[in-house]
C-alpha cells in the first residue's frame, strides 16, 4: 500500500475511533445512564449532550455515530480490496472511495450548519469527524488520476458493472441498522428495566417536598391531590427535548 492510500486509512481509522467515541455517549444518554460530566462537555457553547440529545442526531432512530462508523469501516474495506487486489477495477474502487469522502464532507456540512442556526452549540469530537472527512477527502483526491472526470460514468455501471461496490455501499444502512439493533439489545434492553425499577425505588422512598407553584405555569385541576413540579432550564439541549 503506497504512502496516500495509508494515510487515508490511518484517518479513517482515527474517524472510526470518533464515531465509536460518539456511539457511546449516544446510547448512555438515550437510556438517562449517564453518570458525571462527559469529556467532551467543556461548555455551553461545547457540549456533546445538546448535539446527542437533539432530533437531528438520528435518522429513523439509529444514531448519525453508528452510520459514521458503519461508513468508514466500508471506506476502509474498499481500500483493502482495491490495495490487495481483490477489487476488479482498483482505480474505480478508489474513486467510490473518494466520491463517499465527498458525500461525507456533505453531511459535515450541514451538521455544522444545524449546529450553528438550531442548536447553538457545538459537539467537539463531531467537529473533530468533520476534520478527519476534509482529510480522507484530500489524501483520496490526491490518490485517483480521474477524481471528478469519471462520475457520470461510474454512476451509470453502479447497477451492471460495478455491483460489488453497489453491495458494498447498501451494507452502509444495513450494516447501521444491525449495529443499532444489536447495541439496543445488549446495551439497552437488559438494563432498562434495572434503570425502571430503581428510579420507581427511589421515588417510593425519596422525602416528600411542598412547593409553591403560583410563580409558575400550571395546567389542570388544582383541586386534585397528586401534582407533579417540572424544573426545566430554557437554555438546555434536554430540556428542549
Known amino acids: 500500500m503506497n504512502k496516500k492510500l495509508s494515510s487515508a486509512s490511518i484517518f479513517i481509522l482515527f474517524a472510526m475511533a470518533t464515531h465509536g467515541y460518539l456511539t457511546s455517549h449516544y446510547y448512555p444518554l438515550k437510556f438517562g445512564m449517564v453518570s458525571g460530566k462527559s469529556v467532551c462537555n467543556l461548555s455551553e457553547t461545547m457540549d456533546c449532550d445538546v448535539a446527542a440529545a437533539s432530533v437531528y442526531s438520528d435518522i429513523l432512530g439509529i444514531p448519525l455515530s453508528v452510520f459514521g462508523l458503519v461508513f468508514h469501516l466500508i471506506m476502509l474495506a474498499m481500500i483493502a480490496a482495491a490495495w490487495s487486489g481483490l477489487s476488479e477495477d482498483r482505480e474505480k474502487t478508489l474513486r467510490y472511495v473518494f466520491y463517499l469522502s465527498l458525500s461525507s464532507i456533505a453531511v459535515s456540512v450541514v451538521m455544522a450548519i444545524i449546529s450553528a442556526t438550531q442548536l447553538t452549540a457545538w459537539c467537539p469530537f463531531c467537529i473533530l469527524a468533520y476534520v478527519w472527512s476534509l482529510l480522507i477527502a ?104
Request: charged share 20%; aromatic share 10%; hydrophobic share 40%.
Open 138 to 241: 484530500g489524501v483520496m483526491y490526491t490518490s485517483v488520476s480521474e477524481p471528478f472526470g469519471r462520475i457520470g460514468e461510474d454512476l451509470t455501471t453502479l447497477m451492471t458493472e460495478s455491483k460489488g461496490i453497489l453491495v458494498a455501499l447498501l451494507l452502509i444502512p444495513g450494516g447501521a441498522w444491525l449495529t443499532h439493533k444489536s447495541i439496543v439489545q445488549r446495551f439497552g434492553a437488559d438494563q432498562l428495566d434495572r434503570v425502571i425499577k430503581s428510579s420507581i425505588s427511589d421515588w417510593v422512598t425519596a422525602k416528600e417536598y411542598s412547593f409553591d407553584v403560583a410563580p409558575g405555569l400550571t395546567t389542570g385541576d388544582g383541586s386534585k391531590n397528586f401534582e407533579i413540579v417540572e424544573f426545566a432550564d430554557f437554555r438546555c439541549g434536554h430540556c428542549g427535548q
